[in-house]
């Protein structure tokens, strides 16, 4: 049993990213897979929420997505990863805040 945590567990740690491409952000995360339609995202703000998500730190972007719902990710360049999704909707608020990270 303590083999399938630990198998799922490093399936989670080593298959977890992320993928800006055709207007969209896709999340893997382990066998979960999530699409975010960037012309959808609103706001990106920084979080540290210690529930689990498809992001490997403690230091997150919470991106709020339209349709209410919020993802919360960890790109290792937060600051290139902002200025992608800002490059294709250039409408998304970013939490000034997220300048002094990354």
């Known amino acids: ?10 399936w989670l740690w080593f298959s977890t990213g992320y993928k800006v491409h055709d207007g ?3 999340v893997r995360f382990g066998p979960f897979t999530s699409r975010v339609d ?5 706001r990106i703000d920084k979080g ?5 998500a498809p992001a ?6 919470e991106i709020l997505h ?8 960890s790109p290792e360049n937060e600051k ?3 200025r992608l999704l800002v490059t294709e909707n250039p409408d ?5 805040s997220n300048s002094e990270r990354g």
């Open 80 to 82: 290139e990863f902002i």
């Open 56 to 61: 490997l730190s403690m230091n997150r972007l």
């Open 92 to 96: 998304i608020v970013v939490d000034a």
């Open 24 to 26: 969209r952000i896709t």
């Open 66 to 73: 339209s349709t209410g719902k919020v993802i919360n990710i």
């Open 38 to 42: 960037i012309d959808g995202i609103t």
């Open 1 to 10: 049993m303590s083999g399938l945590i630990i198998g799922l567990l490093m």
């Open 48 to 52: 540290r929420s210690p529930v689990m």
